[in-house]
């Protein structure tokens, strides 16, 4: 065994052990492949009101200007997969991802805590810790080193666990043992672009971000179009739809981060406590919460436009 491989061994080995899913490697280069495809997609004002989509493009595709002096990509998943959902069916609902303590602290301890073994073990390294608040192109750095292929619902997927789990990575100054993309196995399904409840899915592999229902309850700070009333299916935070249909989501196994688990009250709350939420009440139950990034108002705007 070479150095690059026991090096990248160690990694793997302590990413599992700290809870990752799993953990793939690429080399940090150019994304030549995505560029045009990023361009296209930013032209077409797929990115709504999302503006910092619009920054960075040339960091966004090139982590080597990112972090400088980086080699590799540490792509990293975090199942969040529960075992618990909405008792009331009737209630407005709130995607799986967002149930627990907010991933953005969960991953980023975890992420730390990868780094510091691997200067520990390894040598002096430099490294940066990315999860989803930088630009970065999580999904297709994941796919690239092996960990699964991005379906035409454009998230990343397994035949092994399907794709509710977190992309995060770290960009390291180290030359280690890159990994090869899979085959995509979507096929001749189209499961999720005939179940999106508001065509977002524009082609294969193509998400309209500012026709998504995750937009407009979670980024969109102005008030939901009009047009689009009557087609929310009842989501009043994200949307785990196109993700609900896809058939390799049946291989979804429960995650077993504990702070993933979700106030037992949010899960019993009926209809009628949705629509009645107060400040409080908001503030208890998504204390550590993504949901906070709605706010109280924010919330409150999604719930009534799904009552009208
Ligand atoms: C912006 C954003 C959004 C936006 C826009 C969605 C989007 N698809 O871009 C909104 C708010 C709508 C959104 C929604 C959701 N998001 Co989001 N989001 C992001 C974010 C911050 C950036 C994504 C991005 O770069 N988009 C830019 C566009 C251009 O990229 P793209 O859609 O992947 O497009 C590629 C393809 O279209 C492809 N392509 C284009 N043409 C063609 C043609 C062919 C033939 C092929 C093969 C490919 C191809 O090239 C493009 C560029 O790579 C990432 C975090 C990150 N830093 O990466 C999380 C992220 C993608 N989101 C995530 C999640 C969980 C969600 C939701 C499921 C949340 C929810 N339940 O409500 C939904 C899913 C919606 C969906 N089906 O995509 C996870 C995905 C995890 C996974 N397993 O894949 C990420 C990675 C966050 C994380 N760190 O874990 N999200
Ligand atoms: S998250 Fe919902 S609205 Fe967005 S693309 Fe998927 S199914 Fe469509
Ligand atoms: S629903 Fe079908 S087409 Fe969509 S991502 Fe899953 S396998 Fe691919």
């Not at 793939?24 to 280069?29: D, M, V």
């Not at 503006?51 to 400088?68: A, C, G, I, S, W």
């Not at 980023?108 to 990315?130: M, P």
């Amino acid at each position: 065994m070479n150095t690059k491989q026991k090096h990248t061994n160690l990694i793997k080995t302590e990413a599992k052990r700290l809870g990752f899913l799993s953990c793939g490697i690429s080399r940090g280069e150019f994304l030549e492949e995505e560029a045009p495809r990023l361009e296209k997609w930013l032209k077409n004002e797929m990115h709504g009101d999302m503006q910092y989509m619009e920054n960075h493009f040339d960091k966004r595709l090139d982590p080597t200007k990112l972090v400088e002096g980086s080699k590799s990509v540490i792509s990293l998943l975090l199942n969040y997969f529960p075992s618990g959902a909405q008792e009331d069916k009737t209630a407005p609902k709130i995607s799986k991802y967002a149930y627990g303590t907010d991933y953005h602290f969960v991953i980023k301890d975890k992420l730390k805590a990868l780094l510091n073994y691997i200067q520990e073990e390894i040598g002096d390294i430099q490294g940066r810790a990315f999860v989803d608040s930088a630009p970065v192109l999580d999904k297709v750095w994941a796919a690239r080193s092996g960990l699964g292929w991005i379906g035409k619902n454009s998230n990343l997927l397994t035949q092994q666990v399907g794709s509710f789990y977190f992309i995060a990575e770290l960009i390291v100054d180290l030359e280690l043992d890159y990994g090869n993309p899979t085959t995509d196995h979507c096929g001749n399904c189209t499961a999720c672009i005939d179940a999106c409840p508001t065509q977002a899915i524009v082609e294969p592999y193509v998400v309209d971000g500012s026709k998504c229902i995750s937009y407009f309850t979670i980024e969109l700070k102005d008030s939901i179009p009009a047009d689009f009333k009557g087609t929310f299916d009842n989501w009043m935070f994200g949307c785990d739809v196109c993700q609900d249909v896809c058939p390799w989501n049946r291989f979804s196994k429960l995650h077993n981060e504990p702070l993933f688990n979700p106030n037992p009250e949010l899960l019993t709350m009926s209809k009628n406590d949705w629509e009645e939420i107060t400040q409080d009440v908001f503030n208890r139950l998504f204390k550590n919460s993504a949901v906070k990034r709605t706010k109280y108002l924010g919330l409150k705007r999604n719930i009534k436009f799904l009552k009208q």
